[in-house]
């Protein structure tokens, strides 16, 4: 099998630590994140963890497998890039004089999509969205006019083919339902129930 490019979806509980030993999952394994994003997602009180990675698909089977297996994890899906939507935001920090007066700005934010976030006299920042291959173009047109700095976010993504977690949470709680806390009779009698 050949490697490739997945985007992992774990939806989770939102408990301390869950981000560490998921991580130890991958690095016991020596499989390098190519990108991690955690946010809540459409359910209340539950996360959703995007992790990319570059692996075999029988590798990320079992790894999926293996995420499954922390108490705090509802689910874990894998895809490949054709069956998500997916994004990325990338900042672009540049010098404005050079800006200003080497550069059509109203061409390049059209032609790239970009957008200028800030304006300032000693330096001007731009945003793009987009996948990869985009974010990383408009680096390559921007650094011949002195490209301070540039930071990219990780990605953010959909499943194409999803009806949406909450869809499966409230099918589940259909079909298993849990029976209602009933109070527990012997809690005040101690001594009587537990007499040896």
């Not at 408009?138 to 490209?147: Q, R, S």
Request: aromatic share 10%; proline share 2%; charged share 30%.
């Amino acid at each position: 099998m050949q490697k490739q490019e997945f985007t992992i979806t774990v939806y989770t509980e939102n408990q301390i630590g869950l981000l560490n030993r998921i991580a130890i999952l991958f690095s016991k394994r020596k499989i390098n994140i190519d990108s991690l994003n955690t946010s809540p997602s459409e359910v209340d009180s539950v996360h959703r963890f995007t992790i990319v990675i570059n692996e075999t698909e029988e590798v990320v089977r079992k790894l999926c497998r293996q995420i499954e297996k922390q108490v705090e994890v509802l689910k874990a899906y894998y895809n490949t890039n054709e069956e998500i939507i997916w994004q990325e935001l990338a900042l672009y920090k540049v010098p404005t004089e050079v800006i200003a007066e080497e550069v059509k700005v109203e061409r390049l934010l059209s032609q790239y999509g970009a957008k200028a976030v800030v304006i300032r006299k000693d330096y001007t920042v731009f945003e793009v969205s987009g996948q990869r291959d985009e974010t990383d173009a408009f680096i390559k047109v921007l650094e011949p006019y002195g490209l301070i700095e540039f930071v990219r976010s990780a990605r953010v993504a959909i499943i194409k083919a999803s009806d949406g977690f909450h869809k499966k949470l409230k099918e589940f709680e259909y079909r298993e339902p849990s029976e209602e806390v009933i109070e527990n009779e012997y809690l005040d009698k101690n001594e009587e129930v537990f007499e040896m």
